[in-house]
């Protein structure tokens, strides 16, 4: 099976950084895309920023010129580096992997996973 799973988040002062990362494991073949989604206290959950497998990212207008994200095919693993953090960016911070093909015995799945999220705390 798949499993994702993210690690980097804490808690750092407005202004500050930090820089989260995501590895997806298994008998994986390929990932389509891979993405940073957040939850606010009482928000819906949103897109943050993904790469597809070429590297093209997109990027919520509320990250855009502050947030990064990078991938590493080989690693299937996925990084988001967010500099200049407002408390507004405080949230539980998912990964998603879209797309992955993997390996069952000598089948080939396809299905799409999510970490198990990591709290990212920005104080004024």
């Known amino acids: 099976q798949v499993q994702v799973v993210e690690s980097g988040g804490g808690l750092v002062q407005a202004g500050g950084s930090l820089r989260l990362s995501c590895a997806a494991s298994?008998?994986?073949?390929?990932?389509?895309?891979m993405g940073w989604y957040r939850q606010g206290p009482g928000k819906q959950r949103e897109l943050v920023a993904s790469?597809?497998?070429?590297?093209?990212?997109n990027y919520a207008d509320s990250v855009k010129g502050r947030f990064t994200i990078s991938r590493d095919n080989a690693k299937n693993t996925v990084y988001l580096q967010m500099n200049s953090l407002k408390p507004e960016d405080t949230a539980v911070y998912y990964c998603?992997?879209?797309?992955?093909?993997?390996?069952?015995?000598?089948?080939?799945?396809?299905?799409?996973?999510w970490g198990q999220g990591t709290q990212v705390t920005v104080s004024s």
């Open positions: 790469i597809t497998r070429g590297a093209q990212t």
């Open positions: 998603n992997a879209d797309g992955v093909t993997y390996y069952s015995g000598r089948n080939l799945y396809a299905g799409d996973y």
């Open positions: 298994g008998s994986i073949f390929s990932i389509n895309a």
